[in-house]
């Protein structure tokens, strides 16, 4: 399996246990190759193994200063497809890692990409940011002629999970109830309305929408740069993810 790390945030690249700042080339190098005046470096060129035997084309922060060079040519969507070409054939999974906020690298994941995943969680702002996706698809396909939909929706962090509540969640309920009486019970079934009413509304967007619970475990596991998988295989999250994984698989 390969993850491509387009997005100058690096999280992808971290989690994996590779330092973004250190001096390799990466992401950016492959980008800058196809404007005048940069050396030539294909994807092969960047590619590493990590400790936890998944293949990473990395990024790293000098990642933004490439989205001002696409803006001045024409093909600019289509660069990472173009890119990926040499090793597609190498590993029967792919995975592109693209910035949270819409611009050209989400564009060009999305024109690279056969499927698409939309990783969600569950703030107040997450629907909008569907809207702006919805529009970005429509002007793919009017500008590169290409139809582009949303696969599956994954929302993240979902509820509190099977963690049993930490010290600061008991003393910070106990101050809830001393304060406010039932008004806290009161509070978290609101919450998990709102939850509710979320989920429906993903789900009238989406053909396939999983619900990943909140787990301290994922933290832990992107603190220490080692995949969910193989920190903590039997955690909550990483139980769901392997169902995630297999619904996959099925495509």
Not at 107 to 129: M, P, R
Request: net charge negative; charged share 20%; aromatic share 10%.
């Amino acid at each position: 399996m390969l993850i491509v790390d387009c997005d100058p945030q690096a999280n992808a690249t971290s989690g994996l246990g590779v330092d973004p700042f250190a001096h390799q080339p990466n992401m950016y190098d492959v980008f800058m190759s196809f404007f005048n005046g940069f050396p030539d470096i294909f994807l092969e060129d960047v590619i590493i193994e990590t400790g936890s035997g998944i293949s990473l084309a990395p990024s790293s922060l000098d990642l933004v200063g490439v989205e001002p060079y696409l803006y001045n040519i024409e093909e600019r969507a289509e660069i990472l497809k173009a890119a990926l070409s040499s090793v597609e054939d190498a590993y029967e999974y792919i995975l592109i890692d693209t910035p949270p906020s819409m611009g050209q690298f989400v564009i060009n994941g999305l024109v690279a990409a056969e499927k698409t995943i939309v990783t969600l969680d569950s703030g107040i702002f997450a629907l909008k940011g569907i809207e702006a996706l919805a529009t970005i698809f429509d002007d793919i396909e009017e500008n590169v002629g290409r139809e582009i939909a949303a696969d599956m929706a994954i929302l993240t962090r979902w509820g509190n999970g099977s963690n049993p509540p930490t010290p600061i969640d008991e003393i910070a309920a106990f101050v809830k109830r001393m304060l406010y009486g039932g008004a806290a019970a009161d509070n978290g079934a609101t919450e998990t309305k709102r939850l509710d009413a979320f989920e429906h509304e993903v789900k009238q967007l989406f053909p396939s929408v999983y619900t990943v619970p909140f787990d301290g475990k994922v933290y832990e596991a992107q603190q220490n740069g080692i995949p969910l998988s193989v920190f903590a295989p039997e955690s909550a999250a990483a139980r769901k993810y392997r169902e995630i994984t297999q619904a996959i698989r099925n495509w």
